[in-house]
């Protein structure tokens, strides 16, 4: 059964996941708040390995099937969470070749992701509300947040250091 | 994990807000998933829709340039 529902919720999460912004939203909502499939704090663990890991941060999906239900469960969370874009995708380059998407289509990506942006402040604002703690959090995701926009520093380094740098501030007892 | 998230949004706020519009959703999904706890898929559906709705009427809504978006 709980195979079955990271399939089909991750399904649902991958048909509504514009961007990429929105999926991270849908997934916190899906495993945190309505499943129970993992706390807020491992959601931040299942985003990081999205971030270092190569291709889409959706591959969070994996880790949080895996938390729910074992190797059976990070199966059954990464194929809903990648299925149906991969089924529509090739449905679509299939029947449309080279020709344009509607423009309702247009409307309708433009919409969601504007919400995505939205979302992706909600997820933030909860993940940081659960897990940034003293001014020594917040000096670290200040610092991360100017490394990943100036683009020179990968965000697997990123979050190494981060985390250095908090098992440094717990040693220290800030 | 929280810096690198709010570094997409700001990314992501680059590329996708350009249109006044589009940050009033983007203000008002914000609002709507922390006050009120809206479910996110609701939220992306009807901000979706509301995008159509605006394209539809005459496609400088959400987004001022169209094309090459897709």
Redesign the interface.
């Known amino acids: 059964m709980i195979v079955w529902n990271l399939f089909s919720r991750f399904a649902?999460v991958s048909l509504?996941a514009?961007?990429g912004?929105?999926g991270?939203?849908?997934i916190?909502?899906t495993a945190v708040t309505e499943a129970g499939w993992i706390h807020e704090e491992d959601l931040?663990?299942a985003?990081?390995l999205g971030?270092v890991t190569p291709g889409p941060v959706m591959v969070a999906a994996t880790f949080v099937g895996y938390r729910a239900a074992g190797v059976l469960g990070a199966l059954a969370a990464t194929l809903g969470v990648f299925l149906a874009p991969w089924v529509m995708s090739t449905a679509v380059a299939w029947r449309l070749g080279g020709n344009?998407?509607p423009?309702?289509?247009?409307?309708?990506?433009?919409?969601?992701?504007?919400?995505?942006?939205?979302?992706?402040?909600?997820?933030?604002?909860s993940?940081?509300w659960q897990?940034?703690k003293g001014w020594p959090g917040a000096l670290?995701?200040?610092?991360?947040?100017i490394?990943?926009?100036s683009g020179k520093v990968r965000?697997f380094w990123?979050?190494i250091g981060?985390a250095a740098v908090g098992a440094m501030f717990e040693c220290w007892n800030f | 994990v929280v810096g690198l998230l709010l570094a997409s949004i700001i990314r992501f706020a680059r590329t996708s807000l350009d249109a006044p519009l589009a940050w009033t959703l983007a203000v008002v999904a914000f609002a709507a998933g922390t006050l009120l706890t809206v479910h996110a898929a609701l939220i992306v559906v009807v901000a979706g829709a509301l995008g159509v709705f605006l394209h539809c009427l005459g496609g400088r809504g959400v987004q001022r340039e169209q094309g090459g978006r897709q």
């Open positions: 649902l509504l514009f961007g912004g929105a991270i939203s849908l916190e909502r931040g663990t985003i990081a971030q344009r998407l423009r309702w289509f247009a409307g309708f990506r433009q919409g969601a992701a504007a919400a995505a942006v939205g979302l992706l402040g909600v997820t933030c604002l993940l940081g897990t940034v670290v995701v200040v610092t991360a947040s490394l990943a926009i965000p990123i979050l981060g």
